[in-house]
């Protein structure tokens, strides 16, 4: 059975960080492409950032140079490293694992940021 558990959203001020994890299991987490993806209210999921199984990242337009996506092979786990979060980062945030014809998501962990 495949989990993805994500952890470490809240409630953040303005300006402030966050670090996301995702905890996976059932799945040989080394060759899977994992991704960050968010929704806010009354918008489509859209994709944050990516890494795959090599290391390579990428990142939305929006988030470049603010976020960053790191992962743990011997942990099973990714990170999304937050910082300079503004109000329009608020939204839900998924975990993704992703292969040819095998997609994966988490629950999601809220995310506001409001003063």
């Known amino acids: 059975q495949v989990q993805l558990v994500e952890s470490g959203g809240g409630l953040v001020q303005p300006g402030g960080s966050l670090r996301l994890s995702c905890a996976a299991s059932g799945i040989t987490f080394s060759i899977y492409a994992m991704n960050w993806y968010r929704q806010a209210p009354g918008k489509q999921r859209e994709l944050v950032a990516g890494i795959t199984s090599g290391g390579s990242t990428n990142y939305a337009v929006a988030v470049k140079g603010r976020f960053t996506i790191s992962r743990d092979n011997a942990k099973n786990t990714v990170y999304l490293q937050m910082n300079s979060l503004k109000p329009e980062d608020t939204a839900v945030y998924y975990c993704?694992?992703?292969?040819?014809?095998?997609?994966?998501w988490g629950q999601g962990t809220q995310v506001t940021v409001s003063s």
């Open positions: 993704n694992a992703n292969r040819p014809a095998l997609h994966y």
